[in-house]
């Protein structure tokens, strides 16, 4: 297991596959900057490591993430000398927003396995994943209208919509209700609810299917997948979406491999 300052761990139960684990248990892994910097640093790091296919995010102990640090001790932000509160306070937000996009620009499909509460911030990281799931103690929580702010941040007001719907989102955002796991799976917020000792280990399942496929494939996958988020329109989308496929048709022998193996009744082995 490899660490970034003790508050981001990083073990590689199967070579291919990175669990990255926020380790501040006894604040429930809350946003301060001495897990966030080392956070999105570990993540640049793995989006590089060729030899990860996925990762999977989850927190240590009781809780996935408890969104921003409310201690008063939330470590120092990089490279602000000379600067006023004003600008620092600017940096701070480019630095929580650079995590989502970057979560979100990893070639490898990110899990979120959430523990226990993920709130504010933390509902925000497990949106930013391409796929979540949840223990049976998970909660999601919009915190920001709770505090007497905006429930937007951090692309909230638009990763929840197009998660769950306007409507449903709208509901959640302005009431700052909790919503448990059951409900997540139901409105679609999560994928599926575990036992939450069996949570690590369903999602390396998971894992293990999509690290079954095609390196290109899934990466363009998760690609497109985005991409619709933005589409001006279904035709539009539709093109983008054909490249993606002629690509790997023309460029690899995956096909051919996927119909032999079909025929010869193993499983493929795509070398892109």
Known sequence: MGDSNGFVLVDRPRPDVAVVTLNRPERVNSMAFDVMVPFRDEL????????????????????????ADQSGERGRMPNIDGLTGVTIALRAMELLDDIIVTLRRLHQPVIAAVNGPAIGGGLCLALACDARVAAESAYFRAAGINNGLTA??????????RAIGTSRAAEIMLTGRDVDAVEAASIGLVSRVVPDDQLLDSCLETAADITRWSRPGIELTKRTLQDSLDAASLEQHMHAEGVGQLLVRLMTQNFEEAVAARKEKREPRFLD
């Open 152 to 161: 937007s941040e951090l692309g909230l007001s638009y990763l929840l919509p």
């Open 44 to 67: 640049r790091r793995l989006g590089d490591d060729n030899e990860v296919r996925v990762v999977v995010l989850t927190g240590a102990g009781r809780g996935f993430c408890s969104g």
